[in-house]
């Protein structure tokens, strides 16, 4: 799907687009020069009133895609127009504004078209890029495989940490409690570990930082290098074994998440700036006649 | 109460581990909500799906849910709990434990062994951006509010009364209808007035006309008071655009022109011009034309000739040659030998719209001396009415004759004392008569005067039987046009490419350039679609609007 709405039948919209684009710039260039551009000639007029329709048309796709029964067009075909036009949408406000801006509602309509806009080569070059990065990282699997083998390793791990003395349970119960995924949406984007863990030291316990279980395998490691039976030494180094890979585990994990919120974060600045830009022309049209 | 929770789990090869959780809280909730004192992570429990609580000495289960909770295998809403109870929910099993000592209540808490992770909902927090950040819904409810509000509606408070749109404008954080300016407010209109009610005085109409005459007169473009009348539904607007970048006050655009004058009512002299470069009918001189009658008082006429017309003759009755006096050699003048310019005569006025007016004081009489006499070439006769002319020439011969001058020829001798008589007294007066005619005839008919005029000799009987015919130059070849020599950069440019004055050997010659030499430089209105490089030029670059006296309008 990533690469069709760029080439959706034969890039059909995009020699739309342009052709819109070609016939707006012509127009503009062909304007009288004793006439100044503004929104308020006869050309100003007619490319604010196409843009408006474009806007109105480009959020209506919000409409059209969740109207599953509609055989208007495919939404595939939808979102091809709707990359293309939206770019062309750049053009014809720019001429219809003459390039006069200012801090005023106008500008304001206008920065916020730029800024949807924006928001929308940044979701499109994310639906190009990470669906296949997506699918590199969870090499086959789905998300809840990724949880499940993280549960199945903290099984084992308990229950060889089971067979050990009390530091190592509260080591293992600790890590696997104190382990953070997800959470709020910045922890999400920013893929960060933010996970702990409670270290036995001496009679007493210190929580610590644990990113990539990092520190929960430098103290097993330390205890390792202590003196010991045979049979505990095999635990450890069971033990080891199991959180090398649930760290390997939870990167992927992460990354995960982190390609998913990516997929999905650009829309929270996108759709509200859209209904923010419809306000915003809504303003803009009655201001206007409003001080004729 | 105290309460036991003996959390239950497979150990290797079949053993069963568990951990202990004691919980000293009247009720024990349970559910998948992360505060729920007995935590499920099964999909199918509610948030808050029940609680265990003492009622009337009993402890007893209760749910909200409409499954309920399956109390030995009969789903309930309700039930008390006795030792050996067994409760499910989802894939939980809680079984009711007899209370050790120092508990109230016991019970074991284990995963159901058929149970799925499906079923289960994972160990960590979300996963999912959907689940943690703000609904994009509300997002854009509230940014489509504020906008609203803020550019809008707080603004728009301001046209209910004057005194709210004060308050706003003068308050720093509140937005004002000053958000709404389109373009900046010309420098002169912004001065007189920061209220945009001054000229937009009803909402969603167009500012009318009165507006303007509140401080503007209409009589630069009309000749009467009812100006709604005669302008039609042209409105001041309709030319004079506000807030415009750059700003522009006086709309160039030509077709406010050409939309009449390409198709003018019959009866109108004036032919159809749309485009300077397309359209437009060549320059016609205005020249000024003598009365024809010579009794002096006649008013002289202008005159409209066509370039190309035999008749487009200039009748100043000034005697000039250009060639002559803008020879290369130079010419003789009293001091020197000098070679003479166009802008030693031709000035421009401050301002630069027009020419310093010629005059023989200003401009001809530093070389051309009114001297009479080769012996006395300081004498000079005064620039006037012929017969003040002579009438110095005849005071000065007989000065000449009777005074003390032992040059003058003729002078009688007589002796100390003696006075003239009468006949010697009359005999000068005769000769000094016929001397100052002698000259009079020869200046006015081939040398002084007669050199820049024209002289007739009235063969009257008169004083002086000479007329010189009266000399008026045109001042405004173009008077329908406005050009600025300062404009067209005079010091730089050769006077040459306009005016042909450097070959003119005659005064009757119009140097005036036609359009054809215009056209050189100006072109069309639309600079655009130019391939020449020529300046764009509107009818408002030459023409001012209907005035009064030109014309009127429509």
């Known amino acids: 799907m990533q690469e069709s709405i760029v080439r959706y039948n034969r890039y059909r919209y995009l020699w739309v687009a342009l052709g819109l684009c070609a016939a707006a710039v012509l127009a503009y260039a062909l304007q009288d020069p004793q006439e100044p551009p503004n929104g308020g000639t006869a050309l100003g007029y007619t490319l604010g009133t196409l843009g408006a329709l474009l806007i109105v048309w480009l959020a209506w796709f919000g409409v059209r895609k969740r109207q599953y029964s509609s055989t208007a067009g495919t939404v595939q075909g939808w979102l091809s127009a709707h990359v293309y036009l939206g770019l062309a949408l750049i053009l014809v406000v720019l001429l219809h504004s003459g390039f006069q801006f200012g801090m005023n509602v106008h500008t304001l309509a206008l920065v916020l078209m730029i800024l949807v806009v924006l928001s929308g080569i940044f979701g499109v070059y994310m639906y190009i890029k990470y669906p296949l990065r997506l699918n590199e990282n969870r090499q086959g699997a789905g998300r809840s495989d990724l949880v499940d083998q993280i549960d199945d390793i903290d099984r084992r791990a308990k229950r060889v940490a089971g067979g050990l003395p009390r530091g190592y349970g509260e080591l293992i119960h600790s890590g696997i409690n104190r382990t953070v995924v997800g959470g709020s949406a910045w922890a999400m984007i920013a893929g960060r570990d933010n996970s702990q863990v409670v270290l036995p030291t001496g009679d007493d316990y210190t929580v610590v930082a644990n990113p990539g279980q990092e520190a929960a395998l430098d103290w097993l490691a330390e205890q390792q290098s202590r003196s010991m039976d045979a049979e505990t030494a095999a635990k450890m180094t069971e033990l080891s074994g199991l959180l090398r890979n649930k760290r390997k585990l939870l990167e992927r994990l992460r990354e995960d998440i982190r390609l998913q919120a990516m997929l999905e974060v650009w829309l929270y600045i996108h759709v509200p700036l859209s209904v923010g830009l419809l306000a915003a022309v809504v303003v803009h049209i009655i201001t206007v006649f409003l001080y004729w | 109460m105290r309460y036991l929770i003996r959390f239950l789990s497979q150990g290797a090869a079949g053993s069963v581990e568990h951990y202990d959780k004691i919980v000293d809280d009247p009720t024990i909730t349970i559910g998948r909500a992360t505060d729920q004192v007995l935590h499920l992570k099964d999909k199918r429990a509610r948030l808050q799906h029940a609680r265990i609580e003492v009622r009337n000495g009993d402890v007893h289960i209760s749910t909200r849910a409409l499954a309920g909770v399956t109390v030995n295998g009969r789903s309930q809403r309700d039930a008390k709990l006795r030792t050996g109870d067994v409760i499910e929910v989802g894939s939980n099993i809680l079984t009711i434990i007899e209370a050790p000592p120092g508990f109230d209540f016991a019970f074991t808490f284990e995963l159901s062994p058929d149970a799925t992770s499906d079923e289960l909902t994972s160990q960590f927090g979300s996963l999912r951006l959907s689940q943690v950040a703000w609904s994009k819904r509300r997002l854009s409810w509230a940014l489509a509010i504020i906008v609203i509000v803020l550019a809008l509606i707080i603004p728009a408070s301001g046209l209910l009364h004057p005194t709210a749109a004060d308050i706003l404008r003068n308050t720093v954080l509140l937005p004002d209808d000053g958000l709404w300016l389109a373009g900046p407010v010309h420098n002169k209109h912004s001065k007189s007035s920061t209220q945009c009610q001054h000229c937009h005085t009803q909402a969603f109409n167009r500012v009318k006309d009165v507006a303007c005459l509140e401080c503007h007169q209409t009589d630069r473009h009309v000749n009467s008071t009812a100006t709604e009348a005669i302008l ?6 309709s030319c004079h655009l506000e807030h415009n970048e750059p700003p522009e006050l006086v709309k160039q655009h030509q077709n406010l022109c050409a939309d009449c004058h390409a198709d003018l009512p019959a009866g109108v002299e004036l032919a159809a011009a749309t485009d300077f470069l397309k359209q437009h009918p060549d320059l016609q001189p205005s020249l000024l034309r003598p009365p024809l009658a010579n009794d002096g008082d006649a008013e002289w006429t202008v005159q409209r000739i066509a370039l190309d017309d035999p008749r487009l003759i200039d009748r100043s009755r000034l005697k000039f040659d250009h060639s002559v006096h803008l020879d290369a050699e130079g010419l003789t003048t009293p001091d020197d030998r000098r070679v003479l310019v166009c802008t030693d005569c031709h000035r421009v006025e401050t301002g630069g719209a027009r020419m310093i007016p010629i005059s023989m004081d200003e401009h001809c009489s530093g070389c051309h001396t009114l001297n009479f006499d080769a012996d006395d070439p300081d004498r000079e006769v005064p620039h006037g009415e012929p017969e003040k002319v002579l009438q110095i020439l005849i005071e000065y011969y007989s000065a000449r004759l009777l005074g003390d001058d032992p040059q003058a020829t003729g002078r009688r001798l007589r002796r100390p004392g003696q006075a003239l008589t009468r006949a010697d007294r009359d005999r000068v007066a005769g000769e000094a008569r016929k001397k100052a005619m002698a000259v009079a005839q020869d200046i006015f008919e081939r040398t002084t005067c007669a050199n820049c005029h024209e002289v007739s000799s009235t063969g009257e009987g008169g004083a002086a039987p000479w007329r010189v ?63 020449s490089g020529q300046i764009a030029s509107t009818c408002i670059m030459c023409h001012r609007f209907h005035t009064p006296d030109k014309g009127s309008f429509p």
């Not at chain 2, 039609?232 to 607007?237: P, T, Y």
């Not at chain 2, 042909?500 to 072109?523: K, Q």
């Open chain 2, 232 to 237: 039609g539904e042209q409105r001041c607007a």
């Open chain 2, 469 to 531: 015919e009266a000399v008026k130059l045109t001042q405004e070849f173009y008077p329908r046009a406005v050009f600025s020599h300062q404009a067209h950069d005079t010091e730089a440019v050769d006077c040459g490419l306009c005016h042909a004055a450097a070959d003119s050997e005659s005064s009757a010659d119009v140097l005036m350039p036609g359009i054809d030499t215009c056209r050189e430089c100006h072109g069309s209105a639309v600079a655009r679609r130019n391939h």
